[in-house]
């Protein structure tokens, strides 16, 4: 695991004196005084505030103040070098026994101060130094990008079943609100790094145990397990240990660590990751047959038999702890082969193993489900015991648990597609795990919330940064039912407008906690739909581009009493009271995640629309800026009509953020019929709309024109007019309904007939 306090470097301070001597410089005058800049960090924006000193013998100092998450921190900076407009100086961090070093080159830009910062060999920041303050950074908004409801704790929601945790190295440096979420949400606790060797044992005659009596009782304290990591591993582990490179010096220290470590909790925790981490990266064929372990101070020293040493004397430490050997991306290829071959000698040597750790840092959309649950299957087989260690699926950038580069990443919020994609994935891992819940002992997510993670950034965990729960939180308990000793669970929320609707299904409102972001209008009783009638799928767009269905319930409710399943973009909190939350820009690839949402539940045997959903007849639909977002997803192969209402492609780009950037060439993307319902003259859309009717050659297209303006019918008791206009529609090109088609061609057509429309057709076959 990639130590959590190296990837920070740039939030800690630390003091240290210097007396570089320079020869005094034309610019130090120049250069003297308080500079002010803005890097990146790992945990959002930091000011820098430089505070430089020349003396009369040329002698510089420089120390400065770091601005960040609303600390102050000082520090001292070493090794000052000024060469003309050129300052160049160096911040020191101790970790453990280890020192680190931040590289500053400053160079005078005019009036400012072009600084450079590195650590190592991973790369630079640029920043212009300034006299003046910089403008503070903008404050997070706090709120959710979706409003999650969630019934149960996650850790109740499975106590039945394994164990959840998290890990942390709590309670120091946690507020309240983040220790209260921790009890409350998880039932295990793995210290991130405050038992690894060289936090705990910096030296051979010295021990720090501060931070992990004070994790140990605050566990104890909130009644949560606790799994100890790690006692062998290549990395942070202080140079000492090998010091004369003796193997009986080795196997000394080794053992004398884990009886003191081990020894000193025996019995208060439950488990330790003895190993960590032991097999070699990549890996072929060849070594597939091998166990192929890393090259590490303590395979030098001590050969393979290390490992079966390790658990050895951890059994004798504690002889009623789970041992454990843990490593990442062992689920896959040939490093899962290895294991295997590794695991079976381990037992063939009589080393007491009782379970492996998968540690399960995957990225989103690119989990490997099947191998994850083969893997499971094939430790068990070895009468082994599985947990999911340190769990985490990260929205963007790279996984693995290697210790390696890293770069500054994004603090960008996730979207809505990102997060419901997310959220798929972790329901389906989670299906695993229950499917598998004999050989499962714990599923520990490595980390808190979105915020206190080593992967931040990239969004992987149930919390985003402001402890609110994501999609994923929600997917994973809708997974699992109550037991009696839990409430009652709340249903699902189902509102109902207009008595249901006109249609022959009466309606209602809902949404899933597994769809984020959206509202569900369908029919209440879905006993009807199944072999014989299946409900089409209509992907909904707002006006405004708003995150809600609020203006148009009245009409989605409609079409969906006539037996349609309606995804509309917006959370149903927002349908009858809208707040801040409904202005939030929506976009098109939000119905496509919808649409693939209903594909999957259809095929969900657990699934309330298990077999209901015709996934084969799909419309894409929107009004205004919603009907601009139709037309920008129709070019999917599974999208079977387009409707565009009161809304059509503007001549050149839109000025307003929200809207598509789309161009009359997008129009080239529909591949099946399209309707246009609009407002006639006095809609602002008309013009855009009657110009893209006038350029489509190549599908069906019917324009459709009530008098009414821009705002349509929508607010009306059902929908009003536009309803049955778009039911009849729907009907024809979805159901199959011929008599439908009656409405819209043909000389005799009842919108031709009907003194209050005008019709248009073109690309039909006579």
């Not at 821009?710 to 059902?718: A, S, V």
Request: net charge negative; charged share 25%; hydrophobic share 35%.
């Amino acid at each position: 695991m990639f130590p959590k306090t190296l990837s920070c470097f740039c939030c800690l301070a630390l003091s240290a004196t210097f007396t570089p001597a320079q020869e005094p410089t034309q610019n130090s005058e120049v250069l003297t005084g308080t500079w002010h800049c803005q890097f990146e960090s790992q945990f959002g924006l930091q000011t820098y505030h430089f505070h430089i000193a020349i003396n009369d013998a040329g002698d510089a100092t420089l120390k400065g103040e770091v601005d960040a998450r609303d600390e102050e921190r000082k520090v001292d900076f070493v090794d000052v070098n000024v060469d003309k407009d050129s300052i160049s100086f160096a911040e020191v961090l101790q970790f453990g026994e280890r020192e680190f070093r931040i590289e500053y080159n400053g160079e005078l830009k005019g009036k400012s101060l072009a600084i450079t910062r590195s650590f190592g060999q991973r790369g630079g920041q640029d920043s212009l130094a300034t006299r003046d303050l910089p403008k503070p950074p903008p404050k997070e908004d706090p709120a959710p990008v979706v409003d999650v409801k969630i019934d149960r704790v996650v850790r109740n929601a499975f106590k039945n079943s394994f164990l959840v945790g998290m890990a942390g190295d709590l309670p120091s440096r946690y507020s309240e609100k983040e220790l209260e979420l921790a009890a409350e949400h998880f039932a295990a606790i793995t210290p991130e790094n405050c038992m690894k060797p060289e936090r705990v044992h910096p030296s051979e005659n010295r021990w720090d145990f501060e931070r992990t009596d004070a994790l140990v009782q605050w566990a104890q304290k909130n009644e949560m397990t606790i799994h100890g990591h790690t006692l062998v591993w290549h990395a942070q582990t202080p140079d000492w240990f090998f010091d004369g490179r003796d193997p009986e010096k080795i196997k000394r220290r080794m053992k004398e660590h884990i009886d003191t470590l081990a020894g000193r909790y025996k019995g208060k925790l439950q488990s330790w990751d003895v190993v960590n981490e032991a097999i070699d990266d990549g890996g072929d064929s060849e070594t597939a047959k091998t166990e192929n372990l890393r090259n590490s101070n303590w395979l030098q020293t001590l050969g393979p038999g290390f490992l079966t040493l390790a658990f050895k004397f951890a059994r004798e430490a504690d002889p009623d702890a789970v041992l454990y050997y843990n490593d990442y991306n062992i689920e896959s290829g040939p490093k899962h082969a290895s294991s295997m071959v590794l695991l079976k000698r381990l037992i063939d040597d009589g080393a007491p193993i009782d379970a492996v750790g998968i540690q399960g840092h995957w990225r989103s959309g690119r989990v490997p489900f099947e191998d994850i649950e083969k893997a499971i299957t094939d430790y068990a087989s070895l009468g082994l015991k599985v947990s999911i260690t340190e769990l985490d699926v990260t929205i963007r950038g790279e996984s693995g648990g290697q210790f390696g580069r890293r770069r500054f990443r994004s603090s960008a919020p996730p979207s809505v597609e990102d997060l419901n994609t997310q959220a798929e994935d972790y329901a389906k891992l989670f299906a695993i795990f229950k499917k598998h819940e004999d050989a499962i002992e714990r599923i520990t997510f490595w980390g808190l919330n979105d915020r206190r993670t080593w992967r931040w950034g990239q969004h992987p965990l149930l919390f985003d940064s402001n402890n609110n729960p994501k999609p994923a939180y929600a997917s994973i308990v809708a997974l699992t039912g109550k037991d009696n000793s839990e409430e009652v669970p709340e249903s699902p929320k189902k509102v109902e407008i207009e008595d249901g609707g006109q249609g022959p299904y009466s309606a209602i409102v809902t949404e899933s906690p597994t769809l984020a972001g959206m509202t569900i209008y369908r029919p209440d009783d879905l006993a009807a739909f199944g072999n014989e009638q299946k409900l089409p799928v209509l992907l909904w767009g707002n006006g405004a581009c708003a995150n809600t269905t609020e203006e148009h319930k009245n009409f989605l409710n409609e079409i969906a009493s006539h037996g349609y399943i309606v995804l509309g973009i917006g959370p149903l909190d927002q349908l009858k009271q809208r707040d801040e939350s409904s202005r939030q820009r929506t976009n098109a690839s939000q119905l496509i995640a919808a649409l693939d949402w209903i594909i999957a539940q259809n095929t969900k045997d657990d699934s309330l629309y298990f077999g209901k959903i015709d996934t084969t007849k799909v419309a894409a639909m929107g009004m205004s800026c919603g009907g601009l977002q139709a037309i920008e997803i129709s070019g999917d192969p599974r999208i079977t009509t387009t409707v565009v209402c009161n809304s059509g492609v503007l001549p050149g780009l839109s000025p307003m953020p929200a809207m598509p950037n789309l161009t009359k060439e997008d129009l080239k993307n529909f591949h099946a019929p399209v309707l246009y319902i609009m407002g006639g003259p006095s809609d602002i859309a008309y013009k855009n709309a009657m110009d893209d009717f006038s350029r489509v050659e190549h599908v069906p297209l019917v324009m459709t024109n009530l008098d009414v303006g821009h705002g349509g019918t929508y607010r009306r008791p059902h929908g009003g007019e536009y309803s049955p206009v778009a039911i009849a529609w729907l009907d024809w090109q979805l159901k199959e309904k011929q008599d439908a088609a009656k409405m819209f061609v043909g000389e005799n057509s009842q919108l031709a007939n009907d003194d209050a429309w005008t019709i248009e057709t073109k690309n039909f076959d006579e």
